[in-house]
């Protein structure tokens, strides 16, 4: 298994441009999870979806953040119009359902700079 | 509400010391405590859990960690440091709720071991 996959590695953007972040959970994973990085603040959940479907999106800062997931193997984060402060690192992480597993299993992260 | 409490930013141990990194966390009802690892950019990678049992619970990479239920902790131990464990920590927890699959995560500890 390849793991969870993320693209791209790192994203130079200016302020103002749509940022597309991209995220390939394992398969069989029905959980999927986004979180962001800053040394500020930490780790930061910022929505997870179960089935596809997004179960909790109180994490997302504004309405300039988004995110879907149209299948069990794909999703993406949006931010749109991007700003300066957006910049940090942002994972993604998926995790099975059932009794024998509660942990996740993290991608390598987008590093997202906005100028 | 859950939540993680790391309290120390930073830990330096010489190569070949005992390692402590403190956890403590709070949850309603009972918790599935986790520590991850991560190393410089790189995603966070998983060392150990506790679901249910032993409190103390044995890792990856020779680490372990002691579950105290009265004490509301989980501290992460390796009784011989090598330079190589030199990373970022976090703990992490979940409570044991029926589809909910949210980790809160500490802010972190960067342990440094020299040689």
């Known amino acids: 298994d390849a793991g969870v996959i993320q693209s791209p590695r790192h994203e130079v953007t200016e302020m103002g441009q749509e940022v597309t972040l991209r995220c390939k959970p394992i398969s069989g994973h029905d959980y999927l999870f986004w979180y962001r990085q800053t040394m500020m603040r930490g780790l930061e959940l910022l929505i997870y979806?179960?089935?596809?479907?997004?179960?909790?999106d109180s994490g997302m800062p504004e309405d300039r953040f988004s995110a879907k997931m149209p299948n069990a193997s794909f999703s993406t984060l949006k931010i749109q119009p991007s700003e300066p402060r957006d910049s940090a690192v942002y994972f993604c992480?998926?995790?099975?359902?059932?009794?024998?597993?509660?942990?996740?299993?993290f991608g390598s992260g987008t590093r997202l700079t906005v100028v | 509400a859950q939540s993680v409490a790391q309290p120390e930013d930073q830990v330096n141990v010489a190569e070949g010391n005992p390692l402590t990194v403190k956890c403590t966390y709070s949850v309603s009802g009972n918790p599935y405590l986790f520590w991850y690892v991560q190393y410089p950019n790189r995603g966070l990678q998983f060392l150990l859990k506790?679901?249910?049992?032993?409190?103390l619970v044995k890792g990856s990479y020779g680490f372990e960690a002691e579950f105290n239920k009265s004490q509301t902790s989980f501290h992460l131990k390796k009784p011989s440091a090598l330079v190589s464990d030199s990373a970022l920590y976090f703990c992490?927890?979940?409570?044991?709720?029926?589809?909910?699959?949210?980790?809160?995560f500490g802010a972190g500890t960067t342990v440094t071991v020299r040689a």
């Open positions: 992490a927890v979940r409570a044991f709720l029926h589809n909910d699959y949210k980790l809160s």
């Open positions: 506790y679901i249910t049992g032993d409190n």
């Open positions: 979806f179960n089935n596809n479907v997004p179960i909790d």
């Open positions: 992480a998926s995790s099975p359902r059932g009794t024998h597993n509660y942990g996740y299993t």
